[in-house]
C-alpha cells in the first residue's frame, strides 16, 4: 500500500532523513519508534507530500506520487494525517471541522457532507460533542475529533504523528482506543509513537529510526524482546525502563 | 449611553432655562439646519468613499506583506511607510496642490474636483497604510500548523485562504480594525481644509458668518458643541455595529487579546 524507497531530505544543511525505505501491507499497522530529531515526524509528512522529499520515490497504491505531474492536493486525500497538537481548524466547531473537507475536496452537498461528519463523529464516541469548538474540547477528545475529519474523506492510509504526546495522561486511553479500533478494523497505519503499549499489542511492524535511518525492523517482539543492534537495544532498554 | 442621554438632557434644560439661544441651536440641527444638513450628508459620503478604498489598499498590502515573493513585500513595505510617515493633513495638502500643478491650464479637467478626489484618496491611502499593518498582524497571528492541518485534508491554497486564514485573520483583526475607522471618520475633517463641504467646514463658516454678521459671539460655542455632537454619534453607530458583528462571530477560543 505504501511503500518508501531510499529517501533523502534536507533541511538546509542538516540531512534530516539519509536514505529511508519501508514497506506498509494493506491493512497493516506499522509503528514507528525513535529518539526525538531521528526523522520519525519528517518522513510521515514525506508520505503525504507536507514535505516534498528531495530524492527517492514514494509510492501509495501503485502510484509514485511524489511526481511533479501530481497533485500533492490529491495524495492528501488518499492518505490522512493527524498532528501531536490535533491542529483542529479553531474557528470551526468539531462537526464543521468534520465536514470542511467533505465539502471542498469531496465536493459534497451540505445536507450529505453533514451526515457524514455526524457519522463520522459518532465512530469516535463524540456524536453529542458536533456544536462543540475546539476550545470548548479535552485534548482527547480535540484529537479524537481530528481522528474523524481525517477519516471522513475515506483514505487509503492514516498517518499519526506522536498522537498521544501532547495529551494529559488521563485522555490518552481513550485516543489509543479510537485507534486500536481503526487498526482491527484494518485501516492501514503509520504510527510515530512512543506508547510502547500500544505498540506491542497493535503493530504488525515495528520500525526503529535513529539519525535519520532506519535502524532496525521487524515484528514488535522482535524489535522490543529480542533487538538485534545495540543503538535499539539502548533504546527499548531506556523507554521499557 | 446613560451618560450621553443624561448630558443631552441638561443641555436641553440648560436652553430652556436660557443659558444660551435654545431656539438658534435647534434650528441648525439637521434636518432643519441647510449648512449642518449639507455638512452631514458630505461627512457621510466622504466616509462611504473613504472607508471601502482605505480598506482594500490595506487588506491588499497587508496580504502583499506576507508572500513569499520579495517583490509584493518590498511593495506594500514601501506603501505602507510612505503613507504612514507624513501627517494626513500634510498628505492632503500635498495631493491637493500637486494636482492642481500638474493639471494647471488644462480646460478638459475640472481641476479643483478633480483634485479634492484625489486628495480624499490620499486620506483613503493613509487609512490603507495602517490597516494593512492590522492586516498583516492578523494574517501571521494565523499559526502555521492550522495551514498545514488544511493542506492534510487536501484542501487547495485558495480554500485554505478563504477558508481558514482569513476567517481567522478576520476574528483577530477586527477590533483594531474598528479602532482604525473610528480614527479614519473624523480625519475625514482634515478635507475641510481643502474645500470639502463636511460638517468641519459648515461649522467654520457659520462661526464666520456669525462674527462677521455681528451676531452673539458665544453661540459659536452652541455650534461646534453641536458638530462634535454629530460626529460621536456618527462613530458611536459605526463603533457599535462592528462591535455586533465581532459578537456574532465569536468563537470561543479565538478572541483578539482583550485590553
Avoid at chain 1, 44 to 71: A, F, M
Avoid at chain 1, 94 to 112: F, P
Avoid at chain 1, 131 to 139: I, T, V
Avoid at chain 2, 75 to 103: D, K, N, Q, S
Wanted: hydrophobic share 50%.
Amino acid at each position: 500500500m505504501i511503500t518508501v524507497q531510499n529517501v533523502h531530505k534536507w533541511f538546509g544543511d542538516l540531512h534530516v532523513l539519509k536514505g529511508v525505505s519501508l514497506q506498509v501491507n494493506k491493512g497493516d499497522a506499522l509503528v514507528v519508534i525513535g529518539p526525538s530529531g531521528s526523522g520519525k515526524s519528517t518522513l510521515l509528512r514525506c508520505i503525504n507530500l507536507l514535505v516534498q522529499p528531495d530524492e527517492g520515490d514514494i509510492i501509495i497504491d501503485g502510484v509514485k506520487v511524489n511526481d511533479p505531474r501530481i497533485r500533492p492536493e490529491w495524495v492528501r486525500q488518499q492518505v490522512g494525517m493527524v498532528f501531536q497538537s490535533f491542529n483542529l481548524f479553531t474557528h470551526l466547531n468539531a462537526l464543521e471541522n468534520v465536514m470542511i473537507g467533505l465539502r471542498k475536496v469531496k465536493r459534497m452537498d451540505r445536507a450529505g457532507a453533514e451526515r457524514m461528519a455526524r457519522f463520522e463523529l459518532e465512530r469516535v464516541g463524540l456524536a453529542d460533542k458536533a456544536d462543540a469548538y475546539p476550545a470548548q474540547l479535552s485534548g482527547g477528545q480535540q484529537q479524537r475529533v481530528a481522528i474523524a475529519r481525517a477519516l471522513a474523506l475515506n483514505p487509503k492510509a492514516v498517518l499519526f504523528d506522536e498522537p498521544t504526546s501532547a495529551l494529559d495522561p488521563e485522555f490518552i486511553r481513550e485516543v489509543l482506543d479510537v485507534m486500536t479500533k481503526l487498526a482491527e478494523e484494518g485501516m492501514t497505519m503509520v504510527v510515530v509513537t512512543h506508547e510502547m503499549g500500544f505498540a506491542h499489542n497493535v503493530a504488525d511492524r515495528v520500525l526503529f529510526m535513529a539519525d535519520g535511518v532506519v535502524v532496525e525492523e521487524g515484528t514488535p517482539d522482535e524489535v522490543f524482546d529480542r533487538p538485534q543492534k545495540e543503538r535499539t537495544q539502548a533504546f527499548v532498554g531506556k523507554i521499557l525502563g | 449611553m446613560f451618560g450621553t442621554w443624561t448630558a443631552l438632557t441638561l443641555a436641553y434644560l440648560a436652553g430652556l432655562e436660557g443659558l444660551y439661544d435654545l431656539r438658534y441651536a435647534l434650528s441648525l440641527l439637521p434636518p432643519g439646519g441647510r449648512a449642518l444638513t449639507t455638512g452631514l450628508v458630505t461627512t457621510l459620503a466622504l466616509m462611504a468613499v473613504v472607508i471601502p478604498i482605505g480598506f482594500s489598499l490595506g487588506f491588499t498590502f497587508g496580504w502583499a506583506r506576507t508572500s513569499h515573493s520579495w517583490f509584493p513585500r518590498a511593495l506594500a513595505a514601501t506603501y505602507v511607510e510612505f503613507f504612514r510617515g507624513m501627517p494626513p493633513i500634510v498628505l492632503i495638502a500635498f495631493a491637493f496642490l500637486i494636482t492642481i500643478v500638474i493639471l494647471r491650464g488644462n480646460d478638459r479637467v475640472d481641476v479643483f474636483p478633480f483634485a479634492t478626489s484625489v486628495s480624499v484618496l490620499a486620506l483613503a491611502a493613509h487609512s490603507g497604510a495602517y490597516q494593512a499593518e492590522i492586516v498583516r498582524a492578523g494574517i501571521l497571528s494565523v499559526p502555521a500548523t492550522q495551514i498545514e492541518a488544511g493542506e492534510s485534508i487536501g484542501l487547495s491554497r485558495s480554500t485554505i485562504l478563504t477558508r481558514i486564514t482569513l476567517p481567522q485573520m478576520f476574528r483577530v483583526s477586527l477590533p483594531a480594525l474598528g479602532n482604525e475607522l473610528a480614527s479614519l471618520i473624523k480625519d475625514t475633517s482634515l478635507l475641510s481644509t481643502i474645500g470639502a463641504l463636511d460638517l468641519t467646514f459648515q461649522g467654520k463658516n457659520l462661526s464666520a458668518v456669525l462674527v462677521v454678521g455681528g451676531g452673539n459671539i458665544d453661540l459659536v460655542i452652541v455650534i461646534w458643541v453641536e458638530i462634535a455632537l454629530l460626529y460621536f454619534v456618527i462613530t458611536f453607530v459605526v463603533t457599535r455595529t462592528l462591535q455586533a458583528i465581532e459578537k456574532m462571530y465569536r468563537v470561543p477560543g479565538l478572541e483578539a487579546a482583550q485590553l
